[in-house]
């Protein structure tokens, strides 16, 4: 029987969503828990999978890599070994930052972040066209992000 989170438990992981640095006081202040029976709390739920790990958000722009582009990838064939090849050389790119296998048109669906339209030419000629098995890939370059979250709904 899987754990069902309670009210408690998603106002930590709220909490936690919106600034994973918060002090273990402040935390239980936003929660009401004692910082010793927050501290174990937090405790149980990365114990059981709810936080998968504490991560910082980048600033895409300050780091060089401002430029998002998202890429339909086609293959030739949808056999095991094209498909494991491809996923595992996707892998190896840290420019991508998601993969998806997807249901419907295309085959995946890919996430790159770069510095500019060059750089993305780059990536494309000398990665992603080179690997065995990619058929065809369209690209999309977005014009305005209009919302981007890393906090799943509780």
């Known amino acids: ?3 069902q989170l309670d009210n ?3 106002r930590i992981l709220a909490a936690l969503q919106r600034g ?3 002090q273990n006081l402040e935390l239980a202040r936003l929660v009401g828990l004692s910082p010793s029976a927050r501290l174990r709390w937090v405790r149980l739920l990365e114990e059981g999978g709810y936080i998968d790990r504490y991560v910082a958000l ?3 722009a300050k ?3 401002g430029f998002t582009v998202f890429v339909r990838v086609w293959l030739r064939g949808q056999d095991e070994d094209t498909t494991n090849h491809f996923i595992n050389s996707i892998k190896s790119f840290p420019e991508v930052l998601e993969c998806h296998l997807m249901a419907g048109d295309c085959d995946f669906l890919l996430r790159v972040a770069v510095a500019d339209l060059d750089a993305y030419r780059q990536f494309q000629m000398q990665h992603l066209n080179r690997i065995a098995g990619v058929q065809n890939t369209k690209t999309e ?3 305005q992000r209009i919302k981007q979250t890393t906090q799943l709904p509780l």
Do not use: A
């Open 1 to 3: 029987m899987q754990y």
């Open 8 to 10: 408690l438990d998603r």
């Open 20 to 22: 994973g640095r918060l």
């Open 58 to 60: 980048l600033n895409e």
């Open 63 to 65: 780091v060089g890599r």
């Open 141 to 143: 370059i977005p014009m």
